[in-house]
């Protein structure tokens, strides 16, 4: 595998945060602007987890099962960097279709319970987060210390903090679930990769996405995985979600169902046709990591490239318990949209 250059990291940071900017102004301008049958606004985030959006948009495959619906689908596509950025335009109606991590689309779910009624559309994809850090001492998560500093996309907020929390919670008991968010900070994924990467640097770990840790992992021998959120959830589980409001569901239904069916027809595709679908991301985010990272990503049997919610309760139980969500939840049902009941989820 080849390293991404610190250079190539903080290019891709920075695209991500002009792509942010960018997308201010396009919600600007679409503001008030609602959708409605035969229109859809979707934002998709950055990186290998996003796949199947990739495939969708690049195969157009919205528009085809529109088609086969008997409606022509217009389609806007966003690319977005952040869970609040995304969350914000969907309460605004200035989206239709937002993605994020599991926790903070629970948080949606939570707090527009019987107002906008947020729920869960489908899973994109079951891949595993890494916990990294380059301190020699570290080995577990009672080995961090005030010294150390944890690198996350959204701290004490985000996926990858509330996947933290409810492990901590059962180290260091419920009232300390926060703990090792005192020693974390906010930082990209691609600066937070570079920071591992070249040493030096008050930052020595990292929570860390595919690609980013097949490259510090290669890159730095100093660097170990020291926990994934697969080990925290008791084993595959959901990355990322797509979630949209009550009122876009059930307004639009041919609209959805022909979002739902394209999800569907390129995860199927992605595991038919890996070579190809690899190329897709290239093409699709402009990336410059080379097509043999990419493929190994979408073979490496831990990521899975599937629709189908995969442990999604256990966030949903475990950040009740800890106050973080009000409601409680029966089960995954409660908060998906029935169109994904039939999956054999979890």
């Known amino acids: 595998m080849k390293a991404l250059s610190f250079a190539t990291l903080s290019n891709q940071s920075k695209r991500q945060r002009a792509l942010g900017a960018a997308f201010g102004i396009v919600a600007m301008l679409l503001a008030g602007q609602a959708a409605a049958e035969g229109s859809i606004r979707i934002a998709q985030q950055f990186g290998i987890a996003y796949l199947i959006l990739d495939v969708v948009r690049d195969q157009a495959l919205i528009e085809k099962h529109g088609k086969q619906a008997g409606v022509d689908i217009k389609v806007e596509w966003a690319s977005i960097s952040g869970a609040t950025a995304m969350n914000e335009a969907l309460l605004a109606n200035n989206l239709d279709i937002v993605s994020a991590g599991v926790p903070p689309a629970l948080t949606m779910w939570d707090r527009t319970k019987g107002k906008q009624d947020v729920k869960l559309v489908a899973a994109l994809g079951s891949l595993p987060n890494y916990l990294l850090t380059t301190n020699p001492d570290v080995h577990e998560l009672k080995d961090f210390s005030d010294k150390d500093r944890i690198a996350v996309p959204a701290a004490g907020t ?7 929390q409810i492990e901590a919670a059962k180290i260091f008991g419920a009232d300390n679930f926060q703990k090792l ?11 937070a990769t570079a920071a591992l990467i070249s040493g030096g640097t008050e930052v020595n770990s990292h929570f860390s996405s595919a690609p980013f840790y097949y490259q510090a992992l290669q890159a730095n021998k100093a660097v170990h995985k020291v926990i994934s959120s697969y080990d925290i959830l008791g084993g595959p589980a959901t990355f990322n979600v ?14 959805y169902a022909a979002f739902y069916a394209a999800l569907r027809e390129a995860s199927d595709w992605i ?22 990272l990419i493929l190994e990503i979408i073979n490496d049997p831990e990521n899975d490239f599937t629709i189908v919610p995969q442990n999604t309760f256990v966030y949903a139980t475990e950040l009740h318990k800890l106050g973080v969500l009000k409601n409680k939840a029966n089960s995954w049902q409660d908060y998906f949209f029935p169109e994904a009941s039939g999956e054999n989820g979890s």
Do not use: C, M, W
């Open 158 to 164: 985000g996926f990858q903090s509330r996947t933290l």
């Open 181 to 191: 968010d005192e020693i974390s900070v906010s930082l990209p994924h691609p600066d």
């Open 242 to 255: 797509l979630y949209a409001s009550s009122a876009f569901h059930n307004d639009n239904p041919k609209t």
């Open 271 to 292: 595991n038919a046709n890996k070579q190809e679908a690899a190329q897709t991301f290239i093409r699709q985010q402009g990336s410059k990591l080379s097509p043999e």
